[in-house]
């Protein structure tokens, strides 16, 4: 059985149906605009589409079109199958089928990853699919009256047991397939003419950061540090660049994990944890990330390193400025330069040298100013003077044209210590 037309109507927010429905547990109540009104510009605002006990056995491909929706509710029906198209209202918050005669859920289900309640209570299914587990932020699940296995019942009406069930099923998910290969950005073609090198940035994600409350979509095996590791030393062993920029690496790891490694494959690197690591106790300063730089050495010496403390930087400058105090100094991220000499020159010029630049900059999209001037803050520290012959590549971790801009106009060397006025 097919809806009937007023059903029809009440799917397309284009003819006019209004939601009064306050979520107060009274009523819901539609009301469906004559073609008069709708005529003469009238609109609708609707959000929620309540179809409960119409004894509905079939959905219409027209309710696929309502991506708008918040919240469905399908309740006290008839519907035996549960279309894979489903996923296409991918802002549904809630979704309730429970009541109805249902003995499978389609895997793309677990698509809709906006979902935060869902009900399949008091149908006929038996499994669940794993991919449900991807609903990283679903805190309601109601599973009773199916047939499902007694072990898993018990887990859904447990204290937390959705998000212990949703772990289990995405736990037991198969391992996604390889990410395809990553594509490089070819800054100049290779010539006679000049020497050319790769360079690899990476922010590898520090263990601290990678927990289930941050990456809840994440199976716990993907998080796990060492499943982990070997996978970013294969990536890198695997690109073979000739420097390699790292961020997000934690103090203790790259001195007993990645340099250690790196060192085999004939590469040299330093390395600068975050300012906080400065007032932490000896074994809170382990796990205290940072940024790393490493080179091959059969390529490139170390002829200078410096490390940039925007946090100190703004201490300095922060004279007729609050924001410097009360925003940017509050924030612990580093950068690093490092001047390396070219071993090996190019038709008989000299040696050159090349600056390499790493930073992490503040990641709250709510402190983009400070964003903005951590990224000048460490443009104005590696200026370089007039007639200094250095030839400078920069490779900035974080590369947004606006940014781009402003430190490329500082990077001239007419230009003094302007920074400040961007506060």
């Not at 510009?41 to 309540?50: A, R």
């Not at 920029?245 to 001195?255: G, H, N, P, R």
């Not at 490390?307 to 400058?317: G, R, T, V």
Request: aromatic content about 8%; glycine content about 4%.
């Amino acid at each position: 059985m097919r809806m009937t037309q007023e059903l029809m109507y009440s799917l397309d927010p284009y003819n006019g149906v209004c939601d009064k429905f306050q979520d107060n547990g009274k009523r819901r109540m539609y009301i469906i605009l004559s073609p008069e009104e709708v005529a003469a510009g009238k609109t609708t605002c609707w959000t929620e589409l309540d179809i409960q006990n119409r004894g509905i056995k079939n959905l219409s491909p027209q309710l696929w079109n309502l991506h708008h929706l918040t919240a469905l509710y399908l309740n006290n029906n008839k519907i035996g199958r549960l279309p894979p198209e489903i996923c296409q209202l991918h802002n549904l918050i809630r979704l309730d089928l429970s009541n109805n005669h249902l003995k499978n859920v389609p895997v793309e289900l677990g698509d809709m990853l906006k979902l935060q309640n869902l009900n399949l209570s008091h149908n006929c299914i038996k499994v669940l699919p794993y991919e449900l587990g991807r609903l990283f932020q679903l805190s309601k699940l109601e599973l009773t009256g199916n047939p499902l296995t007694p072990e898993l019942l018990q887990m859904s009406m447990e204290v937390n047991g959705t998000q212990k069930l949703l772990q289990l099923l995405l736990d037991t998910l198969e391992d996604p397939d390889s990410p395809p290969e990553r594509p490089w950005l070819t800054v100049r073609e290779k010539s006679g003419k000049h020497m050319t090198f790769k360079v690899l940035c990476y922010n590898i994600l520090s263990e601290q950061l990678a927990t289930r409350t941050k990456y809840g979509y994440c199976p716990s095996a993907a998080l796990s540090w060492e499943k982990r590791k070997e996978l970013i030393m294969g990536e890198i062993l695997r690109s073979n660049a000739d420097i390699v920029a790292l961020q997000e690496v934690e103090t203790d790891k790259f001195y007993n994990q990645f340099r250690p490694m790196l060192e085999t494959h004939e590469y040299e690197g330093t390395f600068c944890p975050k300012s906080r690591s400065k007032t932490l106790p000896e074994e809170e300063r382990k796990r205290v990330d940072g940024c790393a730089i490493f080179f091959k050495k059969n390529k490139f010496s170390l002829l200078k390193e410096k490390y940039i403390d925007y946090s100190m930087l703004a201490i300095a400058n922060s004279e007729g400025a609050d924001d410097m105090i009360n925003r940017v100094q509050t924030k612990d991220n580093i950068g690093i330069c490092c001047c390396l000499e070219i071993k090996e020159p190019s038709h008989g010029t000299r040696h050159s040298k090349l600056i390499i630049l790493n930073t992490h900059i503040n990641w709250d999209p709510e402190y983009s100013d400070v964003k903005l001037i951590q990224n000048i803050m460490f443009m104005n520290e590696v200026r370089l003077p007039e007639g200094t012959g250095f030839t400078a590549t920069i490779y900035p971790t974080t590369y947004i044209q606006g940014y781009a801009e402003v430190s490329s106009h500082l990077l001239r060397p007419s230009v003094g210590s302007t920074w400040r006025h961007f506060l």
